[in-house]
């Protein structure tokens, strides 16, 4: 099992973004795949998940309205974009792969979001 | 709602054994699997113990998980320290539609 995050990125405020996170050596649409927050110096705070066999999505109710979450089996490719990025949207995004609905069995490498003015 | 705390901060010393501690603020600890990841400084998370004991291939036999429903806690223990277990350990778990965090401990090993 791989999971590989896009790159490192720097938005300003306002600014939309879309992350990526391609899954390989398993069956993706047979597993939940999904984010993590961690910000500077903090803790781990689950954003929300994806079936990509359904499309089932899952959301934080911290982060639902925010953030979306989405999948593209094709290509066995993750997803988590914004809109309109805030400054305090700036931390480090780790997804991951369900080992069942309620937790991570694999972890990607992380992606840096920086949003500054 | 629950919460799930972790203390802050452990150490101890190399070959030795350590018990991380979960508590779960309310509702029972056995009511939702537990899960713990290791995040070694400047790194990923990775598994550790998933469904409150199960080791995933690869993490050594020196982690090991368990629950305590008089205290209504989890615990991982780490026996035969090594430097490299020197790290944050969380733990998680499943509220009715999302998952919960542990703030997290810092593991010296000194």
């Known amino acids: 099992v791989q999971l590989v995050q896009s790159g490192a990125e720097v938005k300003k405020p306002g600014e939309s973004l879309k992350i990526s996170c391609k899954g390989s050596?398993?069956?993706?649409?047979?597993?939940?795949i999904g984010w993590v927050r961690q910000m500077p110096g903090k803790g781990l705070e689950w954003v929300g998940v994806?079936?990509?066999?359904?499309?089932?999505?899952r959301y934080s109710p911290s982060f639902q309205g925010h953030v979306t979450i989405s999948a593209d089996e094709s290509i066995t490719t993750a997803y988590l974009q914004w809109s309109s990025l805030k400054a305090s949207d700036a931390a480090i995004y780790y997804c991951g792969r369900g080992g069942a609905l309620d937790h991570f069995d694999s972890w990607g490498q992380g992606t840096l979001v920086t949003v500054s003015s | 709602n629950f919460m799930l705390t972790q203390p802050h901060s452990v150490s101890e010393s190399p070959g030795k054994r350590v018990t991380i501690s979960c508590t779960r603020s309310?509702?029972?600890?056995?009511?939702?699997?537990v899960q713990w990841y290791q995040q070694r400084p400047g790194r990923y998370p990775t598994t550790v113990i998933y469904e409150d004991t199960q080791r995933p291939s690869g993490v050594p036999d020196r982690f090991s998980g368990s629950i305590d429903t008089s205290s209504n806690s989890a615990s991982l223990t780490i026996s035969g320290l090594k430097t490299e277990d020197e790290a944050d350990y969380f733990c998680?778990?499943?509220?009715?539609?999302?998952?919960?965090f542990g703030g997290g401990t810092k593991l010296t090993v000194l």
């Open positions: 309310s509702g029972s600890i056995a009511s939702n699997f």
């Open positions: 998680q778990s499943y509220d009715t539609t999302k998952w919960v």
């Open positions: 994806i079936y990509p066999g359904d499309s089932d999505t």
């Open positions: 050596g398993y069956s993706f649409t047979k597993k939940w």
